[in-house]
């Protein structure tokens, strides 16, 4: 799967698989934790980038994080009154605390009984089966990744976005709603997670990413290709006094 997607979309960073390891479920092995084996608490997006710039496996759960968004969207912290008010979004995303609260009501997130360890590493070294594919590329890799999502099914994508916490958006939304979606990496993804301003996110299902696949492969054979391909085949134009020399030589001046 790995080879496929190298070789239809040749994203800079490593194609992800993502799984959250509930309850007595064993982390794989040789997954670096942020905390145990770092000494630093981190952010999810932050993990991300780690996974696909430097090739780890990352598994973070709630002694692992800092970011307080994450906490709250990935069940480990209570979403007491003072976040669901808005307090952390109004001045900077918002004007006020009441538009922050529906901001707040836009991110997904999991119950606290729905919590786990959060675990990313690039597919071609997963050694668990994920339950999401998470890619990184350009605007026109994203979209070879659009068009091979719906190969089979036709019609069109839509995705949901609030400018931040994207990595509820990857992990949590993509789950809940069972279907693939690009994501518009926000101001954390930017900051600690050190997305590039080319960059964005494509995430699907598990499930589905053999679907993907065929459709990558039916697109190629169909034109639709990354790098994408220059139309070479015209004759350009020139300036005035080039199409002057022209004349005068089509005309049949020598000297």
Not at 190 to 202: C, P
């Given at each position: 799967?790995?080879?496929?997607?190298?070789?239809?979309?040749?994203?800079?960073?490593?194609?992800?698989?993502?799984?959250?390891?509930?309850?007595?479920?064993?982390?794989?092995?040789?997954?670096?934790?942020?905390?145990?084996?770092?000494?630093?608490?981190?952010?999810?997006?932050?993990?991300?980038?780690?996974?696909?710039?430097?090739?780890?496996?990352?598994?973070?759960?709630?002694?692992?994080?800092?970011?307080?968004?994450?906490?709250?969207?990935?069940?480990?912290?209570?979403?007491?009154?003072?976040?669901?008010?808005?307090?952390?979004?109004?001045?900077?995303?918002?004007?006020?605390?009441?538009?922050?609260?529906?901001?707040?009501?836009?991110?997904?997130?999991?119950?606290?009984?729905?919590?786990?360890?959060?675990?990313?590493?690039?597919?071609?070294?997963?050694?668990?089966?994920?339950?999401?594919?998470?890619?990184?590329g350009n605007s026109a890799q994203v979209m070879r990744a659009v068009t091979g999502a719906l190969w089979k099914t036709g019609g069109a994508l839509t995705s949901t976005t609030t400018?931040?916490?994207?990595?509820?958006?990857?992990?949590?939304?993509?789950?809940?709603?069972?279907?693939?979606?690009?994501?518009?990496?926000?101001?954390?993804?930017?900051?600690?997670?050190?997305?590039?301003?080319?960059?964005?996110?494509?995430?699907?299902?598990?499930?589905?990413?053999?679907?993907?696949?065929?459709?990558?492969?039916?697109?190629?054979?169909?034109?639709?290709?990354?790098?994408?391909?220059?139309?070479?085949?015209?004759?350009?134009?020139?300036?005035?006094?080039?199409?002057?020399?022209?004349?005068?030589?089509?005309?049949?001046?020598?000297?």
């Open positions: 799967m790995a080879r496929v997607l190298d070789r239809h979309l040749r994203t800079d960073t490593f194609p992800l698989g993502i799984r959250v390891f509930r309850g007595d479920e064993p982390l794989p092995e040789r997954v670096r934790r942020p905390w145990r084996d770092m000494g630093i608490k981190i952010a999810i997006c932050q993990g991300i980038g780690m996974a696909r710039r430097y090739g780890w496996a990352v598994a973070m759960g709630p002694e692992d994080l800092s970011c307080p968004i994450a906490q709250v969207a990935f069940g480990f912290k209570p979403a007491i009154p003072y976040y669901t008010e808005g307090n952390l979004a109004a001045g900077m995303y918002v004007e006020t605390c009441g538009a922050g609260a529906l901001t707040e009501q836009e991110v997904p997130k999991f119950a606290p009984e729905e919590a786990g360890t959060v675990v990313v590493a690039p597919l071609a070294r997963c050694t668990f089966e994920p339950e999401t594919l998470l890619i990184y400018g931040r916490a994207d990595c509820a958006d990857i992990v949590i939304r993509t789950a809940r709603e069972g279907r693939p979606q690009f994501i518009l990496p926000c101001l954390g993804d930017r900051i600690f997670g050190q997305t590039q301003d080319h960059e964005m996110a494509f995430t699907i299902p598990w499930s589905q990413v053999p679907d993907l696949l065929e459709g990558l492969e039916g697109t190629h054979r169909g034109g639709v290709r990354y790098p994408i391909p220059a139309f070479l085949r015209y004759t350009p134009a020139f300036p005035a006094t080039y199409q002057e020399l022209q004349r005068r030589w089509d005309e049949g001046e020598t000297t």
